[in-house]
Structures are given as structure tokens and as C-alpha cells.
């Protein structure tokens, strides 16, 4: 168990819908990444929050969007879904606080599959 | 460029062999590190080793090393007396110290290897 958890594990919605995923990091851990793997892009970064802030973003899509609450927990919102974007998403948490550092391994949560129909 | 290259999309491996997966970066920063992670049939990211790019010697944790050559910028994870349970696929990875653009403190993946060991 890494300590981060991600709601729901499983979710099957319809073109155009929305969704949010959630995360809650580990305890103590101040950074939450986001990333989409699917069959053809592998692991993607989509975007990274420390302590409620946004700090990088990756391959995030305009209708996809994050944020990380007062509490160190977050969920990314997925719009106007599409069949491209069924895929497993990944919260991640890691002790690491900013650019600079380069240990820290982060602890990813069990993901949730997204289909979309 | 790719930042992390795995060029072995698939490897079958007798139980009890040793394994060796391959990994190769590109970078220009002189401070990074280098991370292998398995992801089991159930989906979940296990990490397993880590390498400091100034780290002196090879990183190992219990069954699994990491094989450093810095000049050929190459970070092979090596199974020793692989097991069963090691059937999975395995993600190497590297966090840059400058801000790279894209992930500036998250960790930049390979495209993986599925490794599975046969009785």
C-alpha cells in the first residue's frame, strides 16, 4: 500500500460527459502529479501541484483540468470526454517540494480506469 | 528526442536467471535521477531502485540493482534469481533538476518492458 488513494477505481461514462477523479496523497506529501497512461502514449505527465499551487503541466488538455485543495488532496476534472481519452489515470504524491532535487521516488495511487463509450 | 528509451518491448526469462532490462537517457543536466518502477498485471506502480546521477556506486535494493554507466548515459535494472512474481512490466524513469519543460519535478517514463519469467 503507497499510501495514496484514488477514488473511484473503475468508471464508465459516455462521450461528451464529465468526470473528476480524486486523490488524496500520502500523508506529509505536499506534491500531487497526475499522469494518463494508455496503450499507444505510455505514461504521460499531465500535471504537478505542491502545497496548493500549480507548478508544471505536461500533456493536459484543454478540457482537462486540476486543482489541489487546503487539505493536500486533489482531483482532476476531465470534460467534454472523448474515446481517446479511456485510459488509466494516476495520482502520484512524493516528498519532493520543488525543482532543484532530483530523489524522491513518488508513490502512485492504484489508478482509475476511465472508459468512455 | 526520447528523454528515456527502452528498447526491449518484451523478454521471456526462465525462473531463477538473471535479468537484465535496458535503459537509456538523454539529458544535458548534470543533476538527475533515475528511477525503475514495476507495474504488476493488477495495474498498480511499485517503485523499486533509485540512481543519483552523482551517486558514486550502483544503487541495489535486495533481488535488484541498477547498472550506472554514466558516460554511456545508460541505467540498466538488473533481476538476479528472478522469480515468478516478477512477471510484470518495468518502467524506467528520470527526473531532471532543471526544469525540463514538461514535468519539471515529476518523473519523465520510458515506454516500458514486459518481462515474463517462465517456470
Known amino acids: 500500500d503507497s499510501g495514496v488513494t484514488q477514488t473511484p477505481k473503475h468508471l464508465i461514462t459516455a462521450t461528451g460527459q464529465r468526470v473528476t477523479l480524486r486523490c488524496s496523497p500520502r500523508?506529509?506529501?505536499?506534491?500531487v502529479y497526475w499522469y494518463q497512461q494508455s496503450l499507444d502514449q505510455g505514461l504521460q505527465f499531465l500535471i504537478h501541484?505542491?502545497?496548493?499551487?500549480?507548478?508544471a503541466k505536461g500533456n493536459i488538455l484543454e478540457r482537462f483540468s486540476a486543482q489541489q485543495f487546503p487539505d493536500l488532496h486533489s482531483e482532476l476534472n476531465l470534460s467534454s470526454l472523448e474515446l481517446g481519452d479511456s485510459a488509466l489515470y494516476f495520482c502520484?504524491?512524493?516528498?519532493?517540494?520543488?525543482?532543484?532535487?532530483?530523489?524522491?521516488?513518488?508513490?502512485f495511487g492504484e489508478g482509475s480506469r476511465l472508459t468512455v463509450l | 528526442a526520447q528523454k528515456i528509451t527502452q528498447t526491449q518491448p518484451g523478454m521471456f526469462v526462465q525462473e531463477k536467471e538473471a535479468v537484465t532490462l535496458d535503459c537509456t537517457y538523454d539529458t544535458s543536466d548534470p543533476s538527475y535521477g533515475l528511477f525503475w518502477y514495476k507495474q504488476p498485471s493488477s495495474g498498480e506502480m511499485i517503485f523499486l531502485i533509485y540512481?543519483?546521477?552523482?551517486?558514486?556506486q550502483n544503487a541495489t535494493e535486495g533481488r535488484y540493482s541498477l547498472n550506472f554507466q554514466k558516460a554511456r548515459k545508460s541505467a540498466n535494472l538488473v533481476i538476479s534469481a528472478s522469480q515468478l512474481g516478477d512477471s510484470a512490466m518495468y518502467f524506467c524513469?528520470?527526473?531532471?533538476?532543471?526544469?525540463?519543460?514538461?514535468?519539471?519535478?515529476?518523473?519523465?517514463f520510458g515506454k516500458g518492458t514486459h518481462l515474463i519469467i517462465q517456470p
Open positions: 501541484y505542491y502545497n496548493g499551487e500549480e507548478r
Open positions: 524513469a528520470m527526473r531532471e533538476a532543471m526544469y525540463s519543460g514538461g514535468g519539471a519535478d515529476g518523473l519523465t
Open positions: 500523508s506529509g506529501d505536499l506534491s
Open positions: 502520484a504524491s512524493s516528498v519532493v517540494p520543488s525543482g532543484g532535487s532530483v530523489n524522491g521516488e513518488l508513490f
Open positions: 540512481q543519483g546521477s552523482y551517486d558514486q
